[in-house]
């Protein structure tokens, strides 16, 4: 598989066999950027929460790509209503796709629309798990650190993608706390420098993780994993 990091939490999978998967996508107000809404495609979208710098595009992009959007029970709701395909889950249930297994887990954190002056309500923030070809990937969204994030730990983590930022979420040394509990193999960290209030030096995750662990990609970055 092919991954794409386009600055704070915003992903895209491109699987072998094809379907494109995309995370929380956050490009018309997103400073680190690389590329415009128009210019992505893909056949899913998987929202980890409702604020506006994580489904920022998930509407015009849903409707343009004719995707499907996977959320937690609300946000599912609301994206239907908007006039788009949409699939709800909750904490702790999964769901066999196409592409593979999506398994939603807790986060802790907040999540709501705003919409000019309206602040429209979308369930709670969530994280996943996916289950996809042979490889288990961990996307956090966006979290404080629980000490039941230790539940993770059985399902083999091959990559998470912790946020850093710290202020909305956790900072370095929870991330890297996080990592250890949960025995991720490989950690890509997410969420920082997008704002000021969020500025994190990436590469400080070395402090406390040893260094093969860590997969810093910058905004446009592509892996193969």
């Not at 209503?81 to 769901?95: E, R, Y």
């Not at 939603?104 to 309500?121: C, D, K, L, P, R």
Request: proline residues 4%; aromatic residues 12%; contains cysteine.
């Amino acid at each position: 598989m092919k991954i794409t990091y386009y600055g704070h939490a915003t992903c895209s999978i491109e699987l072998e066999n094809g379907p494109k998967i995309l995370i929380d996508p956050f490009f018309t107000d997103n400073p680190l950027s690389t590329v415009r809404n128009e210019d992505v495609h893909c056949d899913y979208i998987l929202a980890t929460h409702g604020h506006n710098d994580h489904i920022g595009d998930l509407i015009p992009i849903a409707k343009k790509e004719n995707a499907l959007v996977i959320a937690i029970a609300e946000l599912a709701t609301w994206a239907s209503f908007q006039g788009v395909k949409a699939h709800g889950m909750n904490i702790g249930g999964s769901f066999q796709f196409p592409f593979g297994k999506v398994k939603m887990v807790f986060a802790q954190h907040s999540s709501s629309f705003t919409q000019g002056e309206n602040i429209i309500y979308l369930g709670e923030a969530a994280g996943f798990l996916l289950e996809i070809e042979g490889k288990t990937l961990y996307f956090a969204g966006d979290t404080a650190y629980f000490s039941d994030m230790k539940l993770l730990a059985p399902f083999e983590i091959d990559l998470a993608f912790l946020p850093i930022g710290d202020n909305f979420t956790m900072g370095l040394k929870e991330a890297a706390l996080c990592a250890k509990v949960i025995e991720a193999k490989k950690v890509v960290p997410i969420h920082y420098n997008t704002f000021p209030v969020i500025e994190q030096n990436p590469l400080q995750l070395k402090k406390y993780l040893s260094e093969e662990k860590i997969i810093v990609l910058n905004s446009g970055d592509t892996m193969t994993f």
